[in-house]
């Protein structure tokens, strides 16, 4: 019988439809300091550039729906 494949670490995926992801390339050091500022907050880089995101599109009027 084959074995059932490992599915990566449990909890880190969100549930299908919730969320998408999106790639992008930065510099590196704006990456670390994106990490950093995140754990000095106490949540994840991609949970800050969301909110630094929609805080920016509802300035901005972009992006609405």
């Given at each position: 019988m084959?074995?059932?494949?490992?599915?990566?670490?449990p909890g880190r995926k969100p549930p299908p439809g919730v969320k998408k992801?999106?790639?992008?390339?930065?510099?590196?050091?704006?990456?670390a300091r994106i990490k950093s500022a995140a754990a000095l907050r106490?949540?994840?880089?991609?949970?800050?550039l969301e909110g630094i995101s929609r805080e920016?599109?509802?300035r901005h009027q972009d992006g609405k729906k």
């Open positions: 084959a074995e059932k494949k490992k599915t990566g670490r992801p999106l790639l992008t390339s930065m510099d590196p050091d704006v990456i106490g949540t994840t880089a991609s949970l800050l920016w599109l509802d």
